[in-house]
């Protein structure tokens, strides 16, 4: 009886054990946690955003670099250099870039690419603000032809014609002279057009100018109409003094 009281007596004593359920989420884990989200969501934007990736090749990489040079279409990004490398016949050189995805639709193969830089050509000054920016490739998007990821990049910059009004006509001449892309066209003193492309005819024999002449002055041109190279300077010497009549260097 007694070791029964004291055994009771011993019980009351002890302190009881307090049992408490384990926290199955730690605060710790929730700066990890929203690290991970994050990371995740910007991954998704970038792969969702993400577009083509197609390779372009040059002659020369000249201000080119890889990571930073942009490639923009009326002055908005639509893409970014990421590679350059040497072709295998080391003739040039090919340029891998990641376009956005709203530019898949317009990679044709009468989609055109070429090296926005400060230039100096048939009498106009372009590209300046290449001088401050940095070199960027220009492009100009057509819906027209077969989907393409392999282009090859113009050597020197095109005269954007697509939706003027106006009409393309093609001159053929024995030489090209010292005409250029962008040489301009005059009508009686004004300018009414410029040259936009040429190479020579099917056997290498003439030379075939493209040349687009503005609206309204297209419908001047007939079947007898007459162009002619008036580039350089004629000098006529008479009573009245010397006479100097030039047009620019490189003038229809």
């Not at 009881?16 to 710790?28: D, R």
């Not at 295998?88 to 009468?110: F, K, P, W």
Request: aromatic share 8%.
């Amino acid at each position: 009886m007694s070791d029964e009281r004291n055994q009771a007596t011993t019980e009351e004593q002890l302190p009881k054990a307090l049992v408490q359920t384990k926290q199955s989420f730690s605060v710790i884990w929730v700066v990890p946690l929203i690290a991970l989200l994050i990371g995740g969501w910007l991954a998704y934007k970038a792969a969702a955003e993400k577009g083509p990736t197609i390779t372009i090749t040059f002659a020369s990489a000249d201000g080119l670099e890889a990571d930073k040079t942009l490639i923009k279409f009326k002055d908005v990004e639509i893409g970014k250099v990421v590679r350059i490398e040497l072709l295998n016949d080391l003739s040039g050189v090919i340029v891998t870039a990641e376009m956005q995805r709203d530019a898949e639709h317009y990679l044709t193969e009468n989609t055109r690419f070429w090296v926005v830089r400060a230039r100096v050509a048939a009498g106009e000054v372009s590209g300046l603000g290449t001088l401050f920016s940095g070199v960027y490739i220009g492009c100009s998007p057509s819906l027209e032809g077969r989907e393409r990821h392999d282009l090859k990049g113009l050597e020197a910059p095109p005269v954007l014609t697509e939706g003027l009004p106006g009409r393309h006509f093609i001159l053929e001449a024995k030489n090209l002279g010292s005409l250029d892309i962008g040489s301009p066209v005059y009508y009686r003193g004004i300018k009414v057009g410029q040259v936009v492309k040429y190479d020579f005819d099917d056997h290498a024999e003439s030379v075939l100018i493209r040349v687009f002449i503005d609206a309204p002055y297209h419908h001047k041109v007939r079947e007898n109409s007459r162009f002619w190279n008036a580039s350089g300077v004629d000098i006529t010497l008479d009573v009245t003094g010397v006479k100097l009549d030039t047009q620019s260097l490189a003038t229809i």
